[in-house]
């Protein structure tokens, strides 16, 4: 029997998805469950499983077309996997040749020394296949043993510094330069609405930025005086992203305007604090959402900040994990930023920038003293907030972290 593989049900601020890769072919045999195909939606890549066990008869969307919900991908003739993989099996006695020839390729395919990639996440497997690599070579540092991007990542750097290191043994010294080489590549989805957004964000939004500085020396402090036991009661480490998002909590209940987003002519107002947090993966830039932040603790919110940059980082992340979101906060400190002005994230009329933390000269009751500086650039959209509103915003959470005790106290 027959039965179709179709797009699964896209929501409904998806329009469409990109098919990225098949992982079966014709005439492969195929798993429940097992993933056939990536597709590619503006924001996340979503897998395909397959319905029932059998053999895959036919593919009906080529890599790289645009599908939409519902439509027809491929069809699988359901049946047995044992029966249907029985004639595809070797002879019991394979000449040793036959057996190390595999490419490491079809390693990834099979998932040798155990490592199924049935288990991998979409950008896991990709990497794998971009660069042919063996699964069985890549130690794993997720749960179970299980291979992260990083691991992809780390094991990649490492074998190109070894052929680095080869190529310069043999040769002494490599040409600089020789090469004038271009690559015409299409964008990702998510790189094209990242750059979509960018533009409408600027002409759509009457955007302006305005700027502070706040002394860090006593989070600081407060952080390394309470890491260790912090880590041990809750299982987490204590960042910094957890003071600032605390500390725009408490701006986002005084000024209730940056909060909000314009619908046409409406003002749409939050009662709760629902904060994006910008987070750099390989495939773009993501902002995953820590929903109720003003019912939550620090711990929790660093939990979350951790998980949502682990699936980010993994490809696993979910649309649901993406949307929504009252404000943004974007961390261009861990890059070395010292000063920029972050684009809004629509609908959203603020944007919080932090930045890089440096020992700076600050006059501190009429003395000269080194502190703990920071520069923070809000980004607004004039249209709803007056840059009165926005300075104040910017200076309540200067005002929280210098005296971090307010964020407890909510003074």
Not at 246 to 257: H, M, T
Request: aromatic share 4%; with cysteine.
């Amino acid at each position: 029997m027959s039965t179709e593989v179709k797009v699964p049900q896209l929501p409904e601020s998806v329009a469409d998805a990109t098919l990225v890769s098949w992982h079966k072919k014709v005439g492969d045999t195929v798993r429940r469950d097992e993933n056939l195909v990536d597709l590619e939606t503006d924001k996340v890549v979503l897998e395909v499983p397959c319905p029932t066990d059998g053999t895959l008869k036919e593919i009906k969307v080529e890599d790289g077309a645009t599908v939409t919900s519902g439509e027809l991908l491929a069809v699988v003739e359901a049946g047995s996997v044992e029966a249907a993989a029985a004639p595809a099996q070797a002879p019991a006695e394979q000449p040793a040749e036959a057996v190390s020839t595999a490419s490491p390729a079809a390693s990834a395919d099979s998932g040798s020394d155990g490592k199924s990639a049935d288990k991998f996440s979409p950008s896991v497997r990709r990497l794998i296949q971009e660069h042919d690599l063996d699964p069985s070579r890549i130690s794993g540092s997720g749960p179970d043993g299980r291979i992260t991007k990083a691991d992809v990542l780390r094991h990649i750097d490492s074998d190109s510094d070894g052929a680095a290191e080869d190529l310069g043994s043999e040769t002494g010294t490599i040409a600089v330069g020789a090469a004038r080489n271009e690559r015409r590549v299409p964008m990702t989805r998510l790189r094209a609405t990242i750059a979509k957004r960018m533009v409408e964000a600027q002409q759509n939004a009457a955007m302006l930025t305005t700027f502070n500085e706040v002394d860090l020396t006593e989070v600081i402090a407060l952080r390394a005086r309470y890491k260790d036991s912090f880590a041990d009661t809750h299982g987490a480490k204590l960042g910094f992203m957890s003071f600032f998002v605390r500390a725009a909590v408490e701006a986002l209940r005084r000024f209730p305007s940056v909060n909000a987003s314009i619908d046409g002519n409406d003002i749409v107002y939050h009662d709760y604090q629902d904060i994006g947090i910008a987070v750099s993966t390989e495939r773009g830039l993501m902002v995953p959402v820590v929903r109720d932040c003003g019912l939550k603790s620090f711990a929790q919110i660093e939990k979350d900040i951790a998980e949502y940059g682990r699936k980010a980082r993994e490809g696993s992340i979910s649309l649901d994990d993406l949307t929504g979101g009252t404000f943004t906060i974007t961390n261009g400190g861990i890059f070395g930023s010292m000063m920029s002005t972050p684009i809004l994230n629509p609908p959203q009329t603020g944007i919080l920038g932090m930045h890089s933390i440096m020992d700076r000269p600050i006059v501190v009751d009429g003395e000269i003293k080194i502190r703990k500086m920071m520069y923070l650039a809000m980004s607004y959209d004039h249209r709803l907030i007056d840059g009165k509103e926005a300075v104040q915003f910017v200076v309540t959470i200067k005002n929280a972290l210098e005296d971090p005790g307010r964020l407890l106290l909510q003074v």
